[in-house]
Each structure stands twice: as C-alpha cells, then as structure tokens.
C-alpha cells in the first residue's frame, strides 16, 4: 500500500512505467504468453512463480487496474471481475460452499438479494438476511456453528440503509468469520470498510467507479487482516491442500496478505471465467483517475437537490443521509463525513400516476434502471424494476408507489433544480 494521498492514488496507483514505456496503462489485448520453455510454463501452473499464461486467469491491464483500487481501499491484492454481480458471488463462493451459512443485511442490491436467495441457495449455501438496524443480540441469534461470512452494503442500494459497519464486523469477528462489504455507492473516496474493521470489499465498478456508463465490472478486494489459519476447521478451503493446484495450501504459501485473492482467481476464475476484457479495465481506469473529483460534485448536487425537494409542498418525502431528518444521518456522519453518495429517493405526492407524470415532464434526469454515472438519470421502480409486485409488496419490500430514484449527475445544480421545479409544477 502506498503512503499516497486518495487524490495521488486515484490518478498514479497501480501503474509504473518504465524508461521509454506508455506513460497509459497498455491495453494488453492478448489471450494468451509466451513462454521459451515448458518447464517455465510448468512452474506458472503449479504457483511456484508468477506470471501470465492465459487472460481467463490473468491479465497485466486487468491486475493494473486492480492493483490500484486495492490502494485506494487500503488493502493488499484485489481482482477484477467482468460485473459486481460475478464479485460478489466469486468473494462469498471463495469461502462458503454448500452445507455452509451466510448472514447478510437485508437491504441489500436486488440482483444480490436474488443471487443469495434464490442462486447460491440452490447451490447449498444458506443464508440468514438480518434488519441493518438490528440489535447486538438480534444480530448475534443469526449465528450458527456453520456460518462462514457475514455481508452488507455500505449505503444500500436503493434503500440508501448505512451500515453500522464496525458493529457487523465486531459481531463476525467473535465468530471468526469475516466481514465482506459491498462498496459500489460510497466508493473509496467517501469510504474505506476496512478501516472500521471489514476484511473483505466488493464492488460494482459499473457504478461510480466507472462513472461514464461506459462498462460493466467488478472487483474484489482483500485487507489482508483475516486470519483463515486461526480458525482453520471453519476454512478448509484455505487452509487444507488444494489437490487442482498440487497440494498448495493458500493460507500458508500466501499468508493473510494473499490466500483469498490467489485462491479466487486460481479455483474460481478458472473454473468460472467471469474475466473481464482488458479493454474494459482500460476504460475503468480513466473513471478512476477523477473519481475523487466526481464524488464531491455527486455529493453536493445530491444534497442541494435533497434539500430543495424537502421543502416542496408537492413531495411527501425524501430520504438522503445529508439531510439532518434521515434516521441515517448520525451513521453517514461517522462513516461518510466526506458525502454519501449521489442517488436520492424521494416520494411524489399523488402516488403511482403522480410520480410517472413528473418523470415524463423532466428533460434533463432521463429515464433509465443505471445509477451513478455523470448524467442525471431517474427510476420509478413501482412501474419497472419492481412492476411485478402489488401496492401492499411494493411497501413491504421499502419501495412505495410513489418512489421516485434519482441519480444526480455531474450538471449544473442550478439546472437539475431548475428542470425538476418545471416537471412539479406540471402535476
Ligand atoms: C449494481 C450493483 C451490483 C451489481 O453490479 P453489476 O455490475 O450490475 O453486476 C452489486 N451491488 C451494488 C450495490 C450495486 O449497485
């Protein structure tokens, strides 16, 4: 990890050129290395040196960009993954197999919630979905002799819930297990997990990590602070030869600075292939390199447009962590002094029909199931991600009728505010 400040780390980690090298992170379009003899390929298959033999493992663009944003969160390896979905699996597939149990917030990501409820369970593993906002007690009854991760969002997405993160990772570490926290909304810049005590962070760089909507991605990455060998019985897959890779045990040949990524990426990678294309990590670096620039912006812009909403006697009413009225604010406070995030949610008065007429009105925020890139964009889940569901449904899952999602970009706050006051004013 460099001593690098996240301004310096966003635009230089990850890549050093040489004398005479691009001074761009090269685009190594290449499936494949060569090698000059077999046993130097031989010594790649078995760990004992590293280097590239084929881009579904590896690739030098890809481990570039990842090097980077393990520097940016303070850890010390990180893989990128073609989609936030394929990390998430591949972070809590790499450690909870089938006859195994998970605990996860409840407001969490729907494609996550899918993956966990309906995916993975059919693959054997169990998982116990906990309020956020639980007890100590209520969070420490989750637990079961078999669970082996315990996962949540830092700003969930849509539900914008904060996760109480040093309570959910003093509660996993008491049962030696690790805490994995998805990342996508705060990014970095406004949160670091692994300084309240997470060990494992995931991401969608589709998000703001990206922030043109330009690729789809993800990434893992690992703080090196677990112990696997201290609760090795619970780890066997870290801690236990591992027969495909010629008897090598992760934990010891890697230590707790290296098991989880080499393991990821030597079983997982492989046998899964959710690589991303070395192109794609290329456009993920650009994103990278004004991240911490964008953020600020998102945030302001989220808060200006928060707080001219709550003041509108035309919407009943808005959840963002800036504001002093969210149940969330005290926690934002702690964990995201710097800003949250750019996407707020807010409620139209006159329902379901009240909330589509205001977003066919708006010219700038276009309509769109992204979130988090510089283009304002808008969601009414009732009518789209959430369609299928009845009004009494569409309450209990948090996301009422008249639930409009707002991304706030990178324009003028002057003009977003100014495009929304025209579109309230025509319902
Ligand atoms: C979008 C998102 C995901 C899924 O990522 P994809 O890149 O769309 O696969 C996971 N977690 C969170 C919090 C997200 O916002």
Redesign the pocket.
């Known amino acids: 990890m460099s001593d690098y400040r996240m301004e310096t780390k966003c635009v230089q980690s990850g890549y050093t050129p040489g004398n005479g090298e691009p001074r761009q992170i090269p685009i190594i379009q290449s499936t494949t290395f060569k090698y000059a003899t077999s046993e130097d390929m031989g010594k790649l298959f078995d760990l004992e040196a590293s280097g590239y033999f084929y881009s579904r493992l590896q690739n030098p663009t890809c481990d570039a960009v990842a090097a980077k944003i393990a520097d940016m969160e303070g850890g010390t390896a990180a893989m990128l993954t073609s989609?936030?979905?394929a990390a998430?699996f591949y972070a809590v597939f790499n450690i909870a197999n089938a006859g195994d149990h998970v605990i996860s917030s409840a407001s969490i990501?729907g494609?996550?919630f899918n993956l966990f409820s309906v995916t993975m369970k059919k693959m054997g593993v169990e998982f116990t979905f906990v309020d956020p906002n639980c007890s100590d007690e209520e969070l420490e009854a989750a637990f079961r002799p078999n669970t082996r991760a315990v996962f949540g969002?830092t700003i969930a997405?849509p539900a914008l819930t904060i996760l109480d993160i040093e309570k959910f990772a003093k509660a996993a570490h008491a049962h030696q297990v690790p805490l994995i926290v998805?990342n996508?909304?705060a990014t970095p810049v406004n949160c670091r997990p692994f300084e309240w005590g997470a060990d494992i962070v995931t991401h969608?760089t589709?998000?703001y990590m990206d922030g043109h909507g330009a690729q789809?991605?993800?990434c893992i990455v690992d703080s090196g602070k677990f112990d696997w060998m201290a609760a090795a019985d619970k780890f066997p897959g870290l801690c236990t030869p591992d027969m495909s890779y010629h008897g090598i045990t992760y934990a010891e040949k890697f230590g707790k600075e290296g098991a989880f990524i080499t393991k990821c990426t030597a079983q997982l990678m492989r046998d899964f292939g959710s690589t991303p294309a070395p192109q794609n990590a290329f456009i993920l670096n650009l994103g990278l390199e004004s991240l911490h620039v964008r953020m600020p912006r998102h945030c302001e812009n989220a808060q200006a447009i928060a707080e001219y909403l709550e003041k509108h006697p035309k919407i009943s009413w808005v959840n963002y962590s800036g504001l002093p009225s969210s149940p969330y604010y005290k926690l934002a406070q702690k964990y995201l002094p710097g800003g949250s995030c750019g996407v707020v949610s807010f409620g139209v008065k006159g329902g379901r029909d009240a909330a589509g007429a205001f977003m066919a009105a708006l010219r700038l925020a276009a309509i769109e199931t992204h979130?988090a890139d510089a283009r304002t964009c808008c969601l009414h889940p009732a009518s789209s991600t959430h369609r299928q569901m009845s009004e009494e449904e569409l309450a209990a899952a948090g996301v009422p009728g008249d639930l409009v999602r707002l991304s706030c970009g990178l324009e003028s706050k002057d003009d977003l505010i100014a495009d929304i006051a025209q579109a309230l004013e025509k319902i």
């Open positions: 989609s936030g979905q998430n990501y494609g996550t969002e997405n998805d996508t909304f969608s589709t998000k789809v991605g993800g979130v």
